[in-house]
Structure formats: structure tokens, C-alpha cells
């Protein structure tokens, strides 16, 4: 140790301190950065093979039955004989009920007996025609001797004449009481109230002894309801418009019978748009032999508006970051025992399928599980694998 002038010169230390990153070199991070030293991802993979697509708009609706008739009675009267009751099958003319037929069966006789004497008057008066013939010829014969006079001609041809217009006159008066004998014939046939249609007597609305018929009244006899085809009305949002079209199937649920389908036809569109919320209507045919479904269920469906084969699917687990608005998304690739993060595009959507339009090809191995855990260039165990 020096001493200079009463002081102490502590010789000078050059420290020189190099700060290193914990754990050697710095290594650059990121999903397209390869990942040393990193353990083994155990993923599970599905091989991309094509397939079969369908889009579909969702609909909720409800069943009708196709034919249904609400029967009344025609004529004012009261029930004497009811045929069926509620539940029954009926075919189309079977008999249900039947009126009083006392007044209608007078009626009807009355203008039968009409009839008959209408006829009995044209043979009178075809008579007379005929006669009136005779006389004239014989007539105008003398008078073209000179042997008759002229005002015996003018006598029976006015005479002729008048036996035509009878006749005439006669045979109008049978073909009015032809048609009031029809008219009778229709109101004693309405008496017996029949089935319109092939159905179920879904109700009835009366009894023996009841008055039916009344002018004015909204009361039933019976309700048929045939359930063999069944119309589908469901509503639809009207950016869907373009897609739908007479033709098309569409596949339904119900909650009455969980777990099966049933399937109908896009038969009609309603042309105008529901300015409350702006759906529109439309009908679809259902059949239903044997008779399953009721009327009035309420439906869950999708109409199928497009159908493509051999189109690229992966499961929706397996896409990542997905932009269904811009259909871009990003998928995991096995590569051997390597991982591989690839940009694809995506098209339309089955239950949980996404259609592939580009960055994949058929064959590849895309991962659905454990993507989330993958950086590039990981290794990759495969825990399970499909196709």
C-alpha cells in the first residue's frame, strides 16, 4: 500500500459484469417458432377423407292435418238416428246421423204426384195437337174444293194454334215440376248426413233429439280428420329466402317421439314477408302411414337447401381461431411426430362438421385434440387416431 501525501491509493478494480438470460441462449417464442426442449404433446388425430354435405336453414313449425271437414247440417231439423261415434274410421259416404225425414218425405211425394200430372197434361195436349192436325188438314182440303169457307179455315188454324201453345205450355209446366220434384228429392237427402271424406271422427257435437241446423248457428254435428298426409307450416327468416325452394326436403323432430325423423316436401312458399319480424311461411307435405304423427305437434327441422358429395370435412374441434364470418380458420397438421399449424378456409357447416374449400388435402392427419397445447415444430405423441 502506497502513502502519498497522507493519503491511502486504493489501486482501481475494473469490474466487468456480463448479464447472460437465464438458461443459456434466448430462444424465440411463438406458435410459428419451433419449440426445442419442449415435452411430448400427446394429441389425438383424424385423417381427412371426403364426404357428403348438406346445408340446411332451421325451422320450427307445426302439423296439420291435410284434409279436415267440419260437418254441419244443410237443413233445419232434428237428429233422429246418429251412425258413429268419436274415434271411428269412416270412408267418404258412409252414413253418420240422420234427420226427421217426415216433412222432407211429404215434400218429396207431393212433387212426384206434380210430376205424374205434368205428364198426364203433355199426353192431353199432344192429344189435342194432333186432333187440331186433322181438323185442319180436312178443312183446307174442302176449302180447296170451294166446298168450306174461308172462315171455317181461319177457324181451325187458329185452333191448331192454340193446341200448340198447350202442348207447349205443358211441357214447360213438367220440366218445373221435374225440377221441384229435384229440389224435394235434395232437401229429403239431406236429411242423412254422410262423410265427405275418408277420416276419424275427431268430434262430435250432438245427440239424439238435438236441432241442428239452425240459420245462423256455428255449431258442428262432426269434425273428420283424415291424418295420412299431414301439411308442415314453419317459418322461416327472410335472409334465407333465396335459399328455399319448392322441392326441397326437410327433416323434423318432434318431442312427442325422441330420437326419430321424419320427412317432408317443400310444397308451397308464401310470397309476402311478415313485417313484424320479418319471416315468411312455408308449407311442406308430410306423409304418415302408418298414422304416427298427430295433428297440432310442434316440429323442430331443417329444410336441406344444397347437397354436395366429395367435399373435405374435419370435425369442428379441430379448428382453431376460427372467423366463421370470413370462413378462415387454423388447423394442426400431424407430420410424422411433428406438428404443423396450417391457415385453411372454410365453407358450409353440417351438425359438427365444417367443409375445407382450400389449405387441406385428403389424407392428412388434422388434429382434434389438444391443439390448444401445440406450438410449431412440437412433437407429438398420438394418443388416438381415426381413419
Known amino acids: 500500500m502506497n502513502y502519498r501525501g497522507g493519503r491511502f491509493l486504493a489501486p482501481l478494480l475494473l469490474v466487468t459484469v456480463l448479464v447472460l438470460p437465464a438458461g443459456g441462449c434466448a430462444r424465440q417464442s411463438g406458435a410459428d417458432q419451433p419449440a426445442e426442449g419442449r415435452p411430448v ?13 348438406e346445408e340446411t336453414v332451421d325451422v320450427v313449425g307445426a302439423l296439420a292435418p291435410k284434409y279436415q271437414a267440419d260437418i254441419k247440417s244443410e237443413i233445419m231439423g232434428v237428429v233422429r238416428e246418429v251412425y258413429v261415434t268419436e274415434w271411428v274410421r269412416v270412408h267418404k259416404g258412409d252414413r253418420l246421423a240422420m234427420l226427421d225425414q217426415r216433412e222432407a218425405q211429404a215434400t218429396r211425394d207431393k212433387a212426384l204426384a206434380a210430376v205424374e200430372l205434368a205428364k198426364a197434361n203433355i199426353v192431353q195436349a199432344q192429344v189435342a195437337v194432333r186432333r187440331a192436325e186433322i181438323e185442319y188438314n180436312r178443312i183446307l182440303k174442302l176449302r180447296r174444293d170451294g166446298v168450306a ?73 262432426f269434425r273428420l280428420m ?9 317459418t322461416v327468416p327472410s335472409k334465407e329466402m333465396a335459399k328455399v325452394k319448392v322441392g326441397q326436403p326437410l327433416r323434423f323432430t318432434c318431442d312427442a317421439y325422441p330420437g326419430q325423423t321424419f320427412t317432408g316436401r317443400v310444397m308451397y312458399i308464401n310470397p309476402s314477408v311478415n313485417e313484424t319480424d320479418r319471416t315468411f311461411k312455408v308449407l311442406a307435405e308430410v306423409p304418415n302411414d302408418p298414422e304416427v304423427l298427430k295433428a297440432g305437434l310442434f316440429v323442430k327441422g331443417r329444410i336441406v337447401t344444397d347437397r354436395r358429395e366429395n367435399v373435405l370435412l374435419v370435425p369442428r374441434s379441430a379448428l382453431l381461431s376460427w372467423d ?64
Open 41 to 53: 404433446v400427446a394429441v389425438e388425430t383424424i385423417r381427412v377423407e371426403p364426404g357428403l354435405i
Open 226 to 234: 283424415d291424418n295420412r298426409l299431414l301439411d308442415l307450416t314453419v
Open 324 to 387: 366463421i364470418k370470413e370462413g378462415q380458420a387454423q388447423v394442426w397438421l400431424a407430420q410424422g411426430n411433428k406438428a404443423t399449424s396450417r391457415q385453411v378456409r372454410t365453407g358450409g357447416r353440417q351438425a359438427d362438421l365444417v367443409e375445407i374449400t382450400s389449405g387441406l388435402e385428403a389424407g392428412e392427419q388434422v388434429v382434434t385434440i389438444g391443439a390448444y397445447n401445440l406450438k410449431s415444430g412440437d412433437k407429438i405423441k398420438r394418443a388416438g387416431s381415426q381413419g
Open 149 to 221: 169457307a174461308q172462315q171455317s179455315l181461319d177457324d181451325v188454324t187458329t185452333e191448331r194454334d192454340a193446341a200448340a201453345a198447350r202442348l207447349a205450355a205443358a211441357v214447360a209446366q213438367h220440366q218445373v215440376a221435374v225440377q221441384d220434384e229435384q229440389q224435394a228429392r235434395t232437401k229429403l237427402d239431406k236429411t242423412v248426413i254422410t262423410a265427405p271424406i275418408d277420416g276419424v271422427v275427431a268430434y262430435r257435437g250432438m245427440s239424439v233429439g238435438d236441432m241442428v241446423g239452425e240459420q245462423g248457428s256455428s255449431k258442428i254435428m
